[in-house]
């Protein structure tokens, strides 16, 4: 007679970990294309002020789709403390991503060291959520971070101070990943609501201080950024949701090469033989994940008897 074993929470289940891949891949994809829209505006605008505009917009979006039927729904919450929490971690990392740049640490650091975040992301799983990460997936998430510091150009810190704000990117992005894993039992609308209030209440205090008027195509830039903003943190909540973050943080990845298509797209740039290989190294490492896991979940008859 066969017994139904139980099943394994931390590992991911096939068609469950295709899911949360796909939804990661849009949103590092929608990530990029918005970076590659906000890139322009930092000549003219303040970051503050950009983020603060993108999170603005996002929360309009959800006030104006769900919040004039039912409000509550947007802010009905079981953990407020742990969403707020979270929240200021979205805060944390385009902070400490202006103040590196202000202090002139090169944009080759500041990625050599924020491409750690899918590591750190893998190895704060077992540790908050309880949920095993096997050997293949750290396999995988090294070989694309070194094909991600072949892309950005790796380089090493000229004082360890220039660490300090990259590390604390890197940081606050992974726990807020895996924060959102955490908060899965909550309502979508919850968790995207509470990310965006956070951070656009905290920028409020600073407005004053770097305002500037945007001109009419800054504006469209500004709105579409939150709305594309608001549609890659859906991705990455749907995709913490679908799957253990195992299947799905070495995917973070993808953004470097999709930056090189869009950048090649928009003529900014011709890349280079090492640029390709940093690419060629993601991309494969993506493949091979895709490929380990089954489009069809196990039937029961596959269960160990």
């Given at each position: 007679m066969s017994a139904t074993v139980a099943a394994d929470t931390s590992v991911p289940h096939p068609s469950a970990a295709r899911k949360s891949m796909l939804l990661m891949?849009?949103?590092?994809?929608?990530w990029a294309i918005?970076?590659?829209i906000a890139a322009p505006l930092f000549s003219r605008i303040s970051g503050y002020q950009i983020v603060w505009a993108r999170y603005g917009v996002h929360l309009s979006f959800m006030l104006l789709i769900w919040?004039?039927?039912?409000?509550s729904v947007l802010w009905r919450t079981r953990r407020p403390l742990y969403q707020i929490g979270r929240s200021l971690l979205m805060l944390g990392m385009p902070v400490s991503w202006i103040i590196s740049v202000q202090h002139g640490v090169t944009s080759s650091v500041l990625m050599t060291i924020f491409w750690l975040a899918p590591l750190l992301i893998l190895a704060l799983t077992p540790?908050?959520?309880?949920?095993?990460?096997?050997?293949?997936?750290?396999?995988?998430?090294?070989?694309a971070y070194a094909g991600a510091c072949l892309v950005s150009v790796p380089a090493a810190p000229s004082t360890l101070s220039d660490l300090v704000f990259p590390a604390g990117m890197a940081g606050t992005f992974a726990l807020y990943v895996v924060m959102t894993r955490a908060l899965r039992g909550e309502t979508v609308h919850a968790n995207l609501?509470?990310?965006a209030l956070g951070v656009f209440a905290s920028l409020s205090l600073v407005m004053p201080g770097v305002w500037v008027q945007p001109s009419v195509p800054d504006a469209f830039a500004l709105i579409a950024i939150g709305l594309l903003g608001f549609g890659a943190l859906l991705a990455l909540d749907r995709s913490a949701s679908a799957a253990p973050l195992s299947a799905s943080a070495p995917l973070i990845y993808m953004q470097a090469p999709i930056t090189i298509?869009?950048?090649?797209?928009?003529?900014?740039v011709h890349p280079d033989a090492r640029t390709l290989l940093g690419g060629a190294l993601i991309g494969c490492m993506a493949i091979y994940l895709w490929l380990r896991e089954p489009g069809r979940p196990r039937s029961a008859s596959q269960d160990i008897p």
């Open positions: 891949i849009a949103f590092v994809g929608l918005v970076e590659a919040g004039w039927r039912n409000p540790l908050v959520l309880k949920e095993r990460v096997r050997l293949r997936y750290w396999v995988v998430a090294a070989v609501f509470y990310t298509a869009l950048a090649v797209a928009l003529s900014y």
